[in-house]
């Protein structure tokens, strides 16, 4: 089978998109080209509305998207992405290929490599493993959580843990916050002044939960994180420090 053949099988591309060619440039990149079929034109359908057919109207050439390694080599998809007037509406807009990812710069199967990666070790040696500028994937990080902000749910959120970790040189903390039941980090913002407990709470409701839902709030028990205005310390010890949230939280 010739790579034009295998590689649209490996990338999953359908019958609306072909590999049009596979080059290995000088660089070490093997780049693989791809472009639309007549089948795209015949089935496509507009994004305005779902029974809008479509027709070419230009091209966007040069994009590239970073995919995964071929071998050991870099590999990049190619592709002139037409842009697409909609015959019911009149509006053009740029097509959107199955396989770009939602940072743009990538693909769908690179991010989630990227993802994975960063969840196990910072970002800068992350970017380093995979040669990547630490820019790139701190922009696809953050695309990856506004998108998946939306879809959080913390309405059974009921124990909280918070501490705080240095984040750089000259006293630069971030507080987090942890559900320790559900075992997953909640927020994190930048300082450590009483103000972060107040950004909490206006960022717990946005995703369905409550301030008034937690019972209880694992912390350290230093000067600086005590606060009787939000919280009052239980009586009770269970190995650590427990508190309890006052309704002033």
Not at 145 to 155: G, I, L, N, T, Y
Not at 240 to 249: F, P, Y
Request: some cysteine; aromatic content about 10%.
């Amino acid at each position: 089978m010739s790579p034009e053949k295998l590689f649209p099988e490996l990338l999953n591309l359908g019958a609306a998109w072909r590999v049009g060619e596979i080059d290995f440039d000088p660089d070490g990149r093997v780049l693989i080209r791809v472009e639309e079929t007549e089948a795209f034109w015949r089935e496509g359908r507009s994004i305005f509305a779902e029974d809008g057919a479509v027709k070419c109207y230009d091209y966007v050439g040069g994009v590239c998207w970073r995919h995964l390694n071929v071998f050991e080599h870099r590999g990049d998809i190619v592709c002139r992405l037409p842009r697409a007037p909609c015959l019911k509406t009149g509006k053009v807009y740029r097509v959107t290929p199955p396989w770009e990812g939602l940072s743009k710069a990538f693909t769908k199967a690179f991010e989630a490599l990227a993802i994975l990666l960063m969840r196990e070790m910072p970002v800068c040696p992350a970017a380093c493993l995979i040669n990547e500028t630490d820019t790139r994937l701190w922009r696809l990080l953050r695309a990856q959580v506004e998108h998946a902000w939306p879809c959080v749910d913390w309405s059974e959120v009921s124990i909280v843990g918070c501490d705080e970790l240095s984040a750089r040189k000259g006293h630069r903390y971030v507080r987090v916050f942890c559900d320790l039941v559900g075992k997953r980090v909640l927020f994190a913002v930048e300082g450590k002044a009483k103000s972060v407990w107040e950004k909490f709470v206006a960022a717990l409701g946005e995703p369905h939960g409550h301030y008034r839902a937690i019972t209880g709030i694992s912390m350290d028990m230093s000067p600086g994180y005590i606060s009787r205005e939000r919280i009052k310390t239980s009586a009770r010890r269970r190995g650590g420090a427990t508190n309890s949230i006052s309704s002033r939280l």
